[in-house]
């Protein structure tokens, strides 16, 4: 008598085809459309009938599950105070970069100042003093 076994593992190998494993006989699948790999029960594999999956009644005492309930409260505690952290640090950041912009839209708005006051044939007392500046950092560097 056969039955069948569902293909856990399986990747596409280049020249071979689909290779997979099956996940109750161990048995290598080589084929296109293998999913299913048939078995014989004549002992071949590993079978699992008469056992029962998940809880088991009765095991855990209720003082374990007390303890079960202040350690899950406890993390709870400590992922709230993650995450209040986690926000703090975000607001900081936001209102770093929004000081930054807003320093970077002034002195934006100072060149445009500038820039108008050169069309017009006029040379502005903050680039000469800028000018300056950079002829003294460039002489330092020398």
């Known amino acids: 008598m056969e ?6 593992v399986g990747v596409w190998l280049q020249g071979c085809g689909w ?32 056992t029962k999956r998940g809880r088991k009644p009765g095991r855990k005492a209720k003082s374990d599950m007390k303890a079960k309930l202040e350690r899950s409260r406890q993390s709870a505690r400590e992922c709230r105070a993650r ?15 929004e000081k930054a912009v807003i ?18 044939g006029k040379v502005p007392e903050g680039v000469l003093k800028l000018i300056e500046d950079e002829k003294v950092k460039k002489n330092e560097k020398e």
């Open 103 to 120: 320093a970077l839209h002034r002195e934006l708005e100072q060149y445009r100042v500038w820039s108008k006051e050169l069309d017009e």
């Open 19 to 50: 290779r997979a494993s099956c996940g109750g006989c161990q048995r290598v699948v080589r084929s296109y459309d293998a999913r299913l790999c048939r078995r014989r029960s004549s002992g071949e594999g590993s079978k699992r009938e008469g």
């Open 83 to 97: 995450k209040k952290l986690r926000y703090q640090y975000l607001e900081e950041l936001v209102t770093n970069r």
């Open 3 to 8: 039955s069948v076994c569902v293909v856990l």
